[in-house]
């Protein structure tokens, strides 16, 4: 009995580490490559260790994709947090001051979110371009702060769906409007969905890439997302580079991830409509 | 209770008109922008591009003068657009079945509260951190068919399989599917994973009473108590490789457009060869596939929301 245990417990780690080394591998091998320099990449040598430490292929891609690493910054955090605030607003509408219709109108927003957003690309160029936005940070911004409002509105209504209503009404006696009741009673609770929403958006734009290459496609003004992209179609193929600039640009979201799991999760299972 | 009311009505500008002062309105009010924001960058956008699909503009300057299903004919006759659709089969199948397969076997390896858990699940969702450009990077790299993962292979000892990977004429899209299940299996997991904590210990505990084993507990309680996790899987991996652009992208279409994809094809033809009418018909032609994989889920999972 205890032998059974102990080979189907055995048997179970093994499956649980094979598959931590699927999912680990293509992160080491992005770490091995941009340690090497260019003259020690050949793709034979793939799993060698490199012969000494070398951050020069990080500094190369680094000094080529700077520019698009702070471009990446400068429209995750206002498209983020724009979008972030619009949801909480649409949120404690649709949860708290429900009409009639509301209820098709929040599932008219989750539909679209499901959608292939090529169906949307050429009216997007084309009413960015004549709004004077098309190749401009401000109109990627603009674009994901709208295409973030379904996703948005959907998990602060459902948090907001979870707030008593009779705290609602509670406040509404003592004399409390739309604007007051969200001040005094909504906003004081929702702290921490926006950790959850705001780092959800955070995530999701900082790595959104079909929209980014078509508005932003110039590689001066691109975000990180294509600059990898610049990288990998060069004509000989700088594999040190392009590990170097992969990484570089996963960092921020990484850490995110590693340092605030728990939001990320909540964001993941509530997002997918399953939480 | 009177002084009250009027001291609230003077609180509010006196020229506001009066329909103003209804806190439902206001509430209306807030939430119109974002509706009409949603109804004409989503709705109005994709009838634009539906309308755009019948249209003559196939080079760059506008022209929306209507050409009848003439794009749809030369959609429907493209030999790519026939490689795509295989393609996608392919890549729906082997994407979805990873995924799922793999993130259930992993929820349920992890479900027993087992020691390193947190470690697990936090190095199997990783990969759904980064973005989808550095999965195809990075596979780039393990799958070059002269080297790579091939290199380990032969030193397990299995010289002659060779597999040519993404370079596959044929099959090179089945090698896609690892790129994308290497990022969204452990989303899966998380799913079951949640799912599985979500189902009272009393219903195992009755079930072990009755004399359930492991494999029995699976198949006749845990299994048909996650159909609902499994449908959202189904519905959000469907979606996925419907709208897979970004490996291809990196990767390129192989030889014979081997992996390719419509999202990429529609990206192609609108943007790099000012083909706006083809380019709509395949984004349209993507849309359409689209609704009957996420209408039916959506109004069930807010059917029961509902109750």
Known sequence: ?275 | MHSELSARAKSLPALLPKWLRDDRRIAILVLAPSIIAVAVFIYIFMGWTLYISVSNWDRPALDLSFAGLKNWQRLVNDPRFHIDLRNLVLFAVGYMSQCIVIGFLLAALLNDRIRGEVFFRTVFLMPFAVSAVVSGTAWRWLQVPSAGINLLIANLGFENFRPLWYMHPKLGMLAITIMGAWQFSGFVMALYLAGLRAIPDELREAAVIDGAGTVALYRHVFIPMLRPVTFTAIVLTGAGSIGNFEIPSIIGTGPGFATDTLGFYMFEQTFRSSRYGLGAAVATFMLFLSIPVVLPYLISVLREEKE
């Open chain 1, 1 to 275: 009995m205890s032998l059974n245990r102990l080979l189907v417990g055995s048997t179970k780690y093994a499956v649980l580490i094979a598959f931590a080394a699927f999912y680990l591998v293509p992160f080491y091998v992005m770490i091995l490559t941009g340690l090497k320099p260019l003259e020690d990449i050949s793709s034979f040598e793939i799993w060698n260790m490199p012969k000494s430490l070398d951050f020069g292929s990080f500094r190369e891609a680094w000094n080529q994709m700077d520019s698009n690493f702070w471009n990446s910054v400068r429209i995750t955090i206002p498209g983020a947090i724009v979008s972030t605030f619009l949801g909480s607003l649409n949120g404690y509408v649709f949860a708290k001051w429900g009409f009639r219709g509301s209820n098709v109108i929040l599932f008219l927003f989750v539909f679209g979110m499901f959608l292939p957003g090529q169906g949307i690309l050429i009216p997007l160029v084309w009413v960015l371009q004549f709004m004077g936005l098309y190749g401009k940070v401000n109109g990627l911004i603009m674009a994901y702060c709208i295409f973030g409002i379904p996703i948005t509105s959907l998990l602060f209504y459902r948090y907001y769906a979870s707030v008593p209503d009779e705290l609602v009404d509670a406040s509404k006696i003592d004399g409390c409007g739309f604007f007051g009741i969200y001040r005094r009673i909504i906003l004081p609770l929702s702290g921490p969905t926006f950790a959850v929403v705001g780092v959800w958006q955070c995530t999701r734009i900082w790595n959104e890439y079909l929209m980014a290459l078509v508005v932003l496609g110039n590689p001066a003004r691109a975000p990180v997302t294509v600059a990898i992209k610049n990288f990998s179609s060069m004509g000989v193929i700088p594999w040190n580079l392009q590990m170097a600039a992969a990484l570089i640009a996963s960092v921020p979201t990484i850490a995110v991830y590693l340092l605030l799991g728990k939001l990320f999760m909540r964001g993941l299972l509530e997002g997918s409509l399953s939480g």
